[in-house]
């Protein structure tokens, strides 16, 4: 079992930055590869980034290459996501998820069904 708790969501304007955390516990979180995806009002969730459990190797949608940046620290079981250049349709709760080399061997780093573990979310507001 892995325990995921996100924080660092707010209220912020266009154009500015925010960074999220997202703490680990439980097995051995170098094992997983960690994702954070989001889920506006009435929208599917969505991938939004992914880094593998080394750290060596990430994967960004589209919509956010060039504005996003995660980043691993498997000494303090935190990934993170800088994210600058805030656009008010980045507004949504953002989840963490951890996926096992097995499920990214499947399912590789952008599909929901890859990820056990998933964190409660928090709140992305970007206003314009």
């Known amino acids: 079992q892995v325990q995921l708790v996100e924080s660092g969501g707010g209220l912020v304007q266009a154009g500015g930055s925010l960074r999220l955390s997202c703490a680990a516990s439980g097995r051995t979180f170098s094992s997983y590869a960690m994702g954070w995806f989001r889920q506006a009002p009435g929208k599917q969730r969505e991938f939004v980034v992914a880094?593998?459990?080394?750290?060596?190797?990430?994967y960004y949608a589209d919509s956010v290459k060039g504005r996003f940046t995660i980043s691993k620290d498997n000494a303090k079981n935190t990934v993170y996501l800088q994210m600058n250049s805030l656009k008010p349709q980045d507004t949504a709760v953002y989840y963490c998820?951890?996926?096992?080399?097995?499920?990214?061997?499947?399912?590789?780093?952008?599909?929901?069904?890859?990820?056990?573990?998933w964190g409660q979310g928090t709140q992305v507001t970007v206003s314009s």
């Open positions: 880094i593998t459990w080394s750290g060596g190797s990430t």
């Open positions: 998820a951890a996926e096992t080399v097995e499920a990214f061997a499947q399912y590789g780093p952008g599909q929901r069904q890859g990820y056990d573990y």
